[in-house]
């Protein structure tokens, strides 16, 4: 309930404040606003050219690690193979 009185007393001196200095009011939001565009406008930028710095990095490792899993997966298939003909030799 402390809130919500809190709150309407706030509105109403917010409205109050808006109607007497109105001119003022103005002048600083023509003020801020260019000032908000420029700063929204710069992160927008590098955000954006963060992101797209990391999807040029993304795309390079996923050409090259298929061949080395094949290297790897070939030479075990070897090894496996060796050892079933080195089995099938000791039970003869």
């Known amino acids: 309930m402390k809130t919500l009185i809190g709150g309407a007393i706030a509105v109403l001196l917010g409205v109050i404040g808006l109607a007497v200095w109105f ?7 023509a003020g801020v606003i260019p000032v908000m565009l420029l700063l929204g406008g710069g992160l927008a930028l590098y ?3 963060d992101e797209l ?6 795309e390079e490792p ?3 690690e298929p061949e ?3 290297e790897k997966y070939q030479k075990e298939i070897d090894d496996l193979k060796k050892e079933i003909e ?3 030799s000791d039970k003869k």
């Open 47 to 49: 955000l954006g050219f």
């Open 68 to 70: 080395d899993d094949t």
């Open 86 to 88: 080195t089995l099938k």
């Open 53 to 58: 710095k990391d999807s040029w990095t993304k």
């Open 62 to 64: 996923a050409v090259t």
């Open 23 to 29: 001119d003022p009011f103005l002048k600083l939001l």
